[in-house]
Structures are given as C-alpha cells and as structure tokens.
C-alpha cells in the first residue's frame, strides 16, 4: 500500500460577518406555556410515553384516577427556546473576530491513535466487568418493559468469556458507524420504564457509538465469536465480529505517519472509487491522506474484509467536507461546526445515529485539535478547573460571567454538560444536547421532551408548569472548566 503526502500552506479560515438575529421575546406569555390538563379514569399500571407526553408513574394495581399531562407542540412554547436566539452567529459577536489557532495537532492525532500503540488492554479484568456489577436482576428491564430475569445475565456472562480476556490482543479498524455495548447483545436493558426520564431510549448496555475506520484495540472474542471486546480512544465493550477487521501493525503505523484530514461537513454520502456507498460523513471523523486535486481530497478507506483480511480502497470527496489541518477556532468554523453537530437529534449513548451532550461536545472540538473524553464526568476535569463547591447560585453566574470564556468553557453538572457561549440579556446562555425538563406535580415526576441541541438559560423550564427546581441546571452546577487556556 502506498502512500502520496503532499504537504501545502496551512488554510486560514477568516471571521466572516456576524447576523443580526433577535428573538421575539414579547410574543410569548405565561398564559401561552400552561400545559393542556385531561383527566383520565381506570389506569391499570400504564405509563403514558409519547413525544407530545410527559411521563406519569402509576403505583395502585386497581383502577385509579389521575391527571396526564399533555404538552400540545403547536399551542406552547419553551420559554427559553422562543426567547434567547437559536442562531449561533448571535452569540458569536461574545468572542474577539481575531483568529485563535493552538498548536495541538499532534497532540490530538497522539491520543488518536493511542490505542494502536498497545501491546495488551491497560484495564484491569474487574474493571472491565464492571457491567455485571451494576445491572442486577430485579433492577433491569428488558424490551417487553418487562423485569429481565436471572438467566439473561447468565447468559451474558457465560458469552463474554472473561478468561479469554487479554489474549488476543490485535489491532484492528471498524467498517462501519456502530455500536459499542456493555454486554455482547443488541437487546436493550432499562430502568424502571415507569419512571419519567426512564425506558425508551434509555438504553445502559449502550456505552457509545463508534464511526466508521475508527482504531480498535481487540481482547477477545466472546464464547460464540459473534462479539469482540474491543477498546478505542475513547470507550470499551462489545461490537458485532462482522462490524471490523484485523490490520497489522505496519499497517498502522503507516496509517499514523499519514498527513490526516477532518471531517467538516455531517451526513454527506461517501462512496469508494467504485461508486459504491460506504458511510456518510460525521463530524470527528478523520482519514488519512493519498492525493489531492484542486478540488478534491482521495483518502484512504477499509471498506470490507475477504476472509480475514482487510480490503483498502480510495475514495475521492470533496474539499468542502474536509480540512487537511486543525481548524482555527474562530467565528466563521465556530458557526459551521456547531451548525453541523445541530442537525442531530439528542441520541442516548449516541444512539441512532445521533448524539447525547458529551458526544457532541466531543465531535464539536475534533476539528478544532482538542481532545475531549467520552462522558461528562471526564470532560468536566479537562483544561483549568472552577469548582462551585459552596456557592450560591448567584456566585456561580458571577464566576462564570467573570472567568468563563465564551465557546472555549463548559459548565457541568452531574450527567450533564454544556457549552457556555457568552450572556443575552445579562443571563448566561449555554449551548448544550438536552433530553428535556424535569417537572413533578404531586410528588409524581415527569418529562417536558426536548431532544435536541438548543440555546438556553441556565434556569430552562423555570417558566414550565410543574417544573421542578430541585433539578434545575444552574442549582446543580458542580464545576467549569476552560479547555484551552
């Protein structure tokens, strides 16, 4: 396999202008945002789950009355989202129009491929089991919203083959987008789907999705050999044999010395150089470099095995879809990248294609050079750290306003982050992948369904009927942490 590196002047993206976009913030009142109340009579045991419900738990095994409440998409209005602008170019004008660009290319492509520089799993055998230790029988339920019994997790065990751990140990490139599980099953395991913000699509085997000719680190085969337990750069578990293919190390090492381009564009079509469709591109994604034209990059792409051996093939795309060098964080990639991871909806574990609030932090700075983990736990401890340990919600948003940096800052809370992107009207507004609104009324806790990227205050759903503010955003903050400086 041969190579063809042609090294050209590092592309300068420049600010570009920024819009004029105001909200209507006087078009909507109280009265607009009442949810629609509908007494509903003899409910045995059923939860009400739609995307125009919330969710309401029902305890009695008789018949019982109670209140659904309905959220009627075309009659109201999140406060939040119909008062602060959508419009990322809005926010923009809270950063300088210079250009910003870090010098960490090299230190991004390093953790990149991290996992093809290993000879054996860093992870101890305990840690990697550590689903069987949290999914527990008479916890766990299944499709059927069912309880998923005992010889479910038997099964699982027996086919994940632990004493095989750390015995294959090759490298290896997945095919195509899929999934990573925490057990060798697609079959879902949920919480209590009676629950609001339990069940669909709550998924706990899903650890995260994995693009296509992403590096693998394999450890073994499950029992059946169907599975693989394989680590990336940035999680572990399981995935379907079919979905990858073992490379050797000359290979990737040649993959690594490779001048790398990055994908800019989400959900275009890639075909090989036959014409035949591969995946579409996704934010995050990266490929080493064959050739260019003046108007196109030719990549190198595994589409396919024969046997056990991996198929290289080219493909020809677009300039406009890829960068050879890390973006400058500026207005004008700011605005195309947060665009781009915006035309997804939210995706529990990255899910369907989509993406959840740490996923899409995380493919939004790929471009950019910087590396983010996973989950937001781990995302939370990267760059300078702010604790808010002990403060007021008003000497939160002091700190923020003070020490924050606009696009350049996360705030976190517990199972949550978000991307603070400067203030309108004196409050701070975040940019983040939310699930919904926590409400309760009652005693009995519910969903406003969001499920999507949105612009928002720290205090969303305060304007909500029933919303509840022990679990708000900003009561919760735990930290901020500035990424690049």
Not at 264 to 286: A, C, N, P, R, T
Request: a neutral charge; hydrophobic letters at 35%.
């Amino acid at each position: 396999m041969k190579y063809i590196f042609i090294i050209l002047l590092t592309i300068l993206f420049v600010g570009c202008s920024i819009k004029n976009v105001e909200p209507k913030k006087d078009e909507i009142t109280k009265k607009e945002l009442k949810t629609k109340e509908i007494k509903t009579k003899e409910i045995k045991k059923e939860v009400f789950v739609d995307e125009n419900l919330t969710e309401v738990k029902v305890n009695d095994d008789d018949a019982v009355e109670d209140f659904v409440y309905e959220i009627e998409e075309e009659s109201i209005e999140i406060y939040d989202l119909v008062t602060i602008p959508q419009d990322v170019s809005y926010f923009l004008n809270n950063i300088p129009y210079e250009v910003f660009s870090y010098d960490i290319q090299k230190e991004y492509e390093k953790k990149y491929f991290n996992i093809w520089n290993i000879n054996s799993p860093k992870m101890s055998l305990k840690s990697v089991k550590w689903p069987f230790a949290v999914y527990r029988v008479g916890k766990s339920y299944g499709e059927n919203l069912k309880l998923i019994k005992q010889n479910f997790f038997d099964e699982m065990m027996e086919n994940s083959n632990y004493k095989a751990y750390s015995t294959l140990n090759k490298k290896a490139v997945v095919l195509r987008d899929t999934n990573i599980r925490a057990f060798p099953t697609n079959r879902p395991l949920l919480k209590d789907p009676s629950l609001a913000g339990e069940g669909f699509p709550f998924d706990y085997l899903q650890n995260s999705s994995i693009s296509a000719n992403k590096p693998l680190f394999i450890s073994h085969y499950s029992k059946n050999r169907e599975w693989v337990h394989v680590f990336s750069s940035f999680a572990f578990g399981w995935i379907k044999a079919n979905e990858l293919v073992i490379i050797d190390d000359k290979d990737t090492k040649q993959w690594q010395k490779a001048q790398q381009i990055r994908i800019i564009k989400e959900g275009v079509s890639i075909y090989d150089d036959s014409g035949e469709f591969l995946f579409k591109s996704k934010i995050g994604m990266m490929f080493a470099l064959v050739s260019e034209d003046k108007d196109s990059y030719t990549i190198l792409i595994v589409s396919s095995k024969k046997g056990s051996e991996p198929l290289y093939n080219k493909s020809k795309i677009s300039k406009t879809i890829a960068s050879k060098n890390t973006l400058m964080l500026n207005r004008e990639n700011l605005e195309n990248i947060i665009n781009e991871v915006s035309k997804t909806n939210y995706g529990w574990g990255g899910m369907y294609e989509q993406r959840d609030c740490s996923s899409m932090l995380r493919d939004l700075f790929a471009p950019f050079g910087i590396w983010l983990p996973r989950n937001s736990s781990q995302q939370s401890k990267i760059g300078k750290v702010i604790s808010f340990k002990g403060m007021s919600d008003e000497e939160k948003i002091e700190t923020i306003k003070e020490k924050g940096i606009p696009f350049e800052t996360l705030l976190y809370k517990r199972g949550h982050i978000a991307l603070y992107v400067g203030t309108y009207d004196d409050e701070v507004v975040i940019f983040h992948n939310t699930w919904g609104i926590k409400t309760k009324k009652d005693g009995v806790d519910g969903r406003i369904i969001i499920g999507k990227p949105v612009f928002s205050s720290l205090n969303l759903g305060s304007y909500q009927n029933y919303y509840d503010e022990e679990s708000g955003i900003l009561r919760n903050l735990k930290s901020m942490n500035i990424l690049t400086r």
